[in-house]
């Protein structure tokens, strides 16, 4: 396959490898193979323009390429099925990222959901120069060739979703550099070294820290100004070297065969169809495959290959902001490697003179208002390809002069940024930071500082043993060379639910696509319009991340709305998250009622769940219809629940539901007299087992019990049966302290446990000291049980009372910390319940604290003696000594006893006596109108 215009070039490298290994070996081998990759990819019909990703050799390359050649079509190594978005890039700010999105999997494990793909493209990158080109210039056509996304993910292995890639060593994440999300990065011209020795050996004999910086200067720097053929050879040599020294990474070329053989399928696909002569095209694609080895490689390659199916999972596409930040964590670059090669592409414009391709229309950028004239064709067809090879590695490199006013500017530069943000730098630093980047750059062998070098050397001379402000000199050294430039999605490429969102919040009258926050202030009840713009926010707020919309002023919960709210909103900041709701619906209301819904029927799905839904439903869609069906599905939840887990968030919820039903409509729902009916049955179920359960908490128990007793009021008018909770209690025998509390307190409430032997019960706890170390747990209980009987808060203030008058030191001090830990634990819901009992029952004030009697600890009360005041005759004294059955157990319940006094019948000086005969007219007309004598 070999031609001669590379075979001095093969003999050398031969030579070369006998000399090392003192005779052929695998050297020869592979020094051999990369001069017939070279050779192959060259002599190929098909031009191919091998790039590197974010590459401003690459993108200049591509720039005189594409002004020389006209091509009219132009294959791009990039995920077919994206074409249709390429169009919207010139409404857009750059660096943005095109993404394919699917939430609905078929044919992919669940677990990997959502699936998304982006591919980011930035102004310095070869594949926007082509893209420009392409939609700018009549009569061209773009083609993109790459598996598409749902291959990406077919070609994954199932054992999971994607390798992240990871880091260079010692670099962090940045700031923004999480505009991606979770997203697998798709871009054209990986061109690393995926054998570690190899790159270490690279990094060490180079003197540099990371891969960016040895790629910008033995690559980028060298081939910046470098001829159209001598880029190309060196481009596919390099991928070629990267490609046979790649040992264990057989998965890995794998992939990168499939997609090769992907990509020919297509084009030799396209060309049959279109009649579009070879010479008129162009193939970028990333160095790494133009080293191709595969049988399908060229347009006479073979044509055995056989594109799988697309799975049915539906993929939504549109356009995210990225950032250079975002990039460089996404696929393991250096920090600030992207803003530094954006800055080194921006100055080469500037040096050469080169008119670069840029989409008419594209935010932040004027367009070119010069254009080049095109030159005449020259194809490898036409001109035989010269060996540029030998001349370029025997070549020295060239050592750039010093250029005084760019370092000086940069060193006065950073130390200005370095004071804004809390360093205490000075003219000195300046000057140390100066004299050491261009020592750094001596030391590594090269006359003038790169960026790289400056930012050792303003980190040497500048940062301190702590940084006082948010960036340290690193970070200020990236945003002085180039900046950390964030991309915007325009308006008119938004998906409707995005474009949606913006019109309904025009009234606030802010700029929503501007990055950072912005305060909204609505004054609702002054303008109702702005009730509507709160009603999105609140709905943004309850689907975005927490800071995209976060109420200052204002809340929304059940029967309560606002006249006035504060916003601070970051819709600009977190587009990404706005966009990616545009794939689920149209509008937001849209897809909350999906989400609901899928919440409500999901695997995971329990009463509590459901509850919430309905609530949610209820705040911010208002949709009774739907909340009906929510709460169906929630009493089919509780109805098919065998554990009690989720009990307090049930109790919780049902109370408010049921509270807000009550005060907003005529009648409760359907669903929740159903819900109460069947929650009534299955805790009256459940309930003997909780209590013996050590699964089961104490608290879970408390809500069981709470709602059984809230609710039973409802729940017999609905004709529940209270026998059947009285059973249950009966069936109860707890063998913890906390649980058996819990189920004297039900006793009471069911009037089985009356208080006065509840107290004598707590008196023998106290009294034995076996027990001493689990009263805690006791009084715990009780606390929990104000949940279900608040009536017993007295009762728990009595008790703690009692146990801290009546055990001594010795035993209390150690006894204390399991009591405040306990309560802090379990009763922590509470205390503010206990502190109002006991601040009614205490005293106010010191004096009165010394004299002051608890009420639990008088005396009872005397029966009435001979000479005690009798009853006072009336219709009061009367009707209750008819009927004394509740004023006796009132007085049990008091723990008061006595006697009842006969009251005077005939003639008594009561009050209400002497009022009618003072006024007898009113009694002796009611007579006459009754009839009465």
């Known amino acids: 396959m070999s031609t001669p215009t590379f075979g001095a070039l093969r003999s050398q490298l031969l030579d070369a490898a006998a000399a090392l290994a003192d005779g052929p070996d695998a050297l020869a081998g592979i020094l051999s193979g990369i001069v017939d990759d070279v050779d192959r990819a ?140 979770d997203a697998v990065g798709v871009e054209i011209g990986d061109l ?54 790649a040992p264990g990474a057989h998965d890995r070329v794998a992939s990168d065969e499939e997609r090769e053989r992907y990509m020919w399928t297509r084009m030799r696909q396209h060309l049959a169809t279109s009649g579009i002569d070879a010479a008129d095209a162009l193939h970028i694609c990333g160095a790494f495959h133009a080293a191709s080895h595969v049988a399908e490689f060229g347009l006479h390659g073979a044509d055995t290959y056989e594109i799988s199916p697309r799975t049915a999972t539906k993929w939504h596409y549109g356009l995210i902001p990225s950032s250079h930040s975002s990039i460089e964590a996404q696929f393991g670059l250096a920090s600030g490697s992207v803003s530094i090669a954006a800055a080194v592409f921006a100055k080469s414009l500037t040096r050469t003179g080169v008119v670069p391709y840029r989409l008419e229309g594209q935010q932040g950028r004027a367009s070119a208002k010069k254009k080049a004239k095109p030159v005449p064709v020259v194809t490898p067809q036409s001109q035989q390809v010269a060996d540029r090879l030998s001349g370029f590695l025997a070549r020295p490199p060239v050592l750039d002069t010093l250029d005084e006013d760019e370092l000086l500017g940069w060193s006065v530069e950073i130390v200005r940024l370095a004071r804004r943000n809390g360093y205490l730098a000075s003219t000195a630093d300046a000057i140390a930071v100066f004299e050491t980047s261009i020592l750094l750059a001596g030391m590594r062998g090269r006359a003038r500082p790169t960026p790289y070098d400056f930012q050792d050397a303003a980190v040497t001379c500048i940062e301190k043993e702590s940084v006082p402000g948010r960036r340290d000199v690193r970070r200020l050294c990236e945003i002085m060379l180039g900046g950390d430039r964030i991309g915007q999605v325009g308006y008119e490429s938004l998906p409707p639910l995005a474009r949606d969102v913006h019109d309904r919040l025009a009234p606030l009258g802010l700029k929503l696509e501007q990055r950072g926050v912005q305060r909204a202030l609505l004054d609702i009840a002054g303008d109702p319009v702005l009730g509507k713009c709160s009603d999105l926010l609140w709905i943004l707020r309850h689907l975005l991340p927490k800071g995209a919309a976060r109420p200052i002023m204002g809340e929304r919960r059940l029967g309560h709305r606002a006249i006035q709210e504060s916003w601070d909103l970051a819709l600009g900041t977190h587009q990404r998250e706005l966009i990616e709701l545009g794939y689920e619906g149209i509008t937001v209301e849209q897809v909350l009622e999906q989400r609901l819904r899928r919440s409500v029927w999901g695997p995971q799905a329990t009463a509590a769940v459901a509850l919430g839904a309905v609530e949610d439903a209820t705040l911010y869609l208002r949709s009774r219809r739907f909340a009906d069906e929510l709460g169906a599905r929630a009493v089919d939840l509780l109805a098919a629940e065998r554990t009690v887990d989720d009990a307090p968030d049930v109790l919780r919820r049902a109370r408010r539901l049921l509270a807000h039903y009550r005060a907003t409509e005529p009648v409760l729902p359907a669903w929740l007299e159903s819900f109460v009916k069947a929650g009534y049955a299955h805790y009256c179920t459940l309930l003997p087992n909780a209590f013996v359960e050590e699964e089961t908490g104490t608290k879970q128990v408390a809500a069981m019990l709470g709602f059984l007793f809230s609710m039973e009021s409802l729940a017999l008018s609905l004709g529940c049966d209270r026998a059947q909770l009285e059973l249950a209690v009966a069936q109860s025998h707890p063998t913890t302290p906390g649980k058996t509390a819990l189920l004297w307190a039900a006793q009471h409430q069911l009037g089985v446990l009356p208080r006065a032997e509840l107290r004598e019960r707590c008196a023998a706890l106290l009294d034995n000291p076996l027990v001493l170390p689990a009263y805690p747990q006791y009084l715990s209980g009780f606390v929990q049980a104000l949940e279900p009987v608040p009536a017993l808060a007295g009762f728990v203030v009595e008790a703690i009372s009692q146990a801290f008058g009546r055990l001594p030191d010795a035993v209390l001090l150690p006894w204390l910390p399991t009591l405040i830990t306990t309560l802090r634990k379990e009763g922590g819901d509470h205390v503010g319940l206990l502190v109002r009992e006991a601040g009614r029952v205490f005293p106010g004030d010191l004096p009165t604290l010394d004299t002051w009697t608890p009420p639990w600890s008088t005396t009872a009360v005397e029966p009435a003696t001979a000479g005690a005041p009798r009853v006072q005759a009336g219709p009061v004294g009367m009707l209750l000594a008819t009927y004394p059955v509740p004023t006796d157990a009132l007085a049990a ?25 003072r006024y007898p007219e009113s009694a002796v007309a009611l007579a006459a109108a009754t009839g009465a004598g």
């Not at 054992?159 to 700031?175: C, T």
């Not at 006969?902 to 009050?911: F, K, N, Q, V, Y």
């Open 42 to 181: 060259l002599a190929e019909p098909l031009e191919i323009f091998p790039v590197c990703h974010h590459s401003p050799a690459s993108a200049m390359a591509m720039a005189r390429r594409l002004r020389e050649k006209q091509p009219k079509v132009i294959y791009l190594e990039l995920c077919e099925d994206l074409t249709p978005l390429l169009t919207e890039l010139r409404n857009c700010r750059l660096p943005v990222a095109v993404q394919a999105f699917a939430s609905e999997l078929d044919g992919f494990p669940q677990d990997w959901a959502p699936l998304s793909v982006v591919a980011p493209i930035t102004e310095a990158s070869a594949e926007y120069q082509a893209i420009a080109y392409a939609l700018d210039t009549p009569g061209v056509e773009l083609v993109l060739v790459d598996r598409s996304t749902d291959h990406v993910f077919q070609w994954q292995p199932r054992k999971e979703k994607a390798a992240e890639p990871a880091l260079e060593p010692g670099a962090e994440p940045a700031e923004d550099a999480d505009l991606h999300g």
């Open 893 to 917: 319940l008091l723990g008061c006893d006595g006697e009842w006094a006969s009251p005077e019948r005939d003639t008594g000086t009561g009050a209400v006596r002497e009022l009618l005969a």
């Open 192 to 245: 690393r070294p995926r054998f570690a020795e190899l790159e270490e050996h690279l990094l060490h004999h180079g003197k540099v820290r990371h891969w960016s910086e040895w790629w910008d200067q033995y690559v980028e720097q060298p081939l910046g100004d470098a001829d159209y053929d001598t880029y190309r050879q060196v481009m596919v040599l390099i991928g070629s070297l990267f490609r046979r020294l």
